[in-house]
């Protein structure tokens, strides 16, 4: 969101307190469908977020550039 956006939406860190119910939660947010890109296809600011007076100040990146600086981000215990 952070790159599509040119920076006007900021990502932000958080944290979810568990409840004491013993029921399993999960969050997803889901913006792309990255299983439909080709290992081409990329990531940037889209265009009427960027100007003469606002340049992009995230560059460009494929799929596969996505895909391949995220492996082993979480580490192996993440889950």
């Known amino acids: 969101m952070q790159i599509v956006s040119n920076g006007e939406y900021k990502s932000v860190q958080h944290q979810v307190l568990a409840n004491n119910m013993k029921k399993t939660r999960i969050s997803i947010v889901v913006f792309f469908n990255l299983a439909k890109w080709k290992e081409s296809d990329g990531y940037q600011p889209l265009p009427k977020q960027v100007s003469?007076?606002?340049?992009?100040?995230?560059?460009?990146?494929?799929?596969?550039?996505?895909r391949v600086s995220g492996e082993g981000a979480l580490g192996s215990n993440s889950y």
């Open 52 to 66: 003469l007076d606002r340049p992009a100040i995230y560059r460009d990146f494929t799929n596969h550039q996505a």
